[in-house]
Nanobody, 125 residues
Framework: QVQLVESGGGSVQAGASLSLSCVGS????????MGWFRQVPGKAREFVAA????????RYADSVKGRFIVSRDNTVNTGYLVMNSLKSEDTGVYYC??????????????????WGQGTQVTVSS
């Protein structure tokens, strides 16, 4: 079955960096876009970044543009999210997602079928 396994979350001070990884299995990793979302309690899941199948199309939320970098390595079925200059408002559970999607870089959660388990990112000011 399809699995997305995330790693790399943690607790850091504002201004620090963190890197998240998402390893996919059970589907054509290189045939599907990958999205990153985050969620805090009581709020809807929020789009962070998305990368197309070959990595040639990328989209960021305005709130992370210039600070976060999304990438992927299809040879090892892994997506990455490097988060720099972290702010307290970046705190949340971060999820990677994928699915049989036609759109290059979908930005709404409903476009994705498969989700990782989530990893907590906590940024203290």
């Amino acid at each position: 079955q399809v699995q997305l396994v995330e790693s790399g979350g943690g607790s850091v001070q504002a201004g620090a960096s963190l890197s998240l990884s998402c390893v996919g299995s059970g589907y054509g990793f290189g045939l599907s876009p990958m999205g990153w979302f985050r969620q805090v309690p009581g709020k809807a899941r929020e789009f962070v970044a998305a990368i197309g199948r070959n990595g040639d199309t990328i989209r960021y939320a305005d709130s992370v543009k210039g600070r976060f970098i999304v990438s992927r390595d299809n040879t090892v079925n892994t997506g990455y999210l490097v988060m720099n200059s972290l702010k307290s408002e970046d705190t949340g559970v971060y999820y990677c997602a994928t699915g049989p999607i036609i759109t290059a870089t979908p930005v709404i959660p409903e476009d994705y079928l498969y989700w990782g388990q989530g990893t907590q990112v906590t940024v203290s000011s």
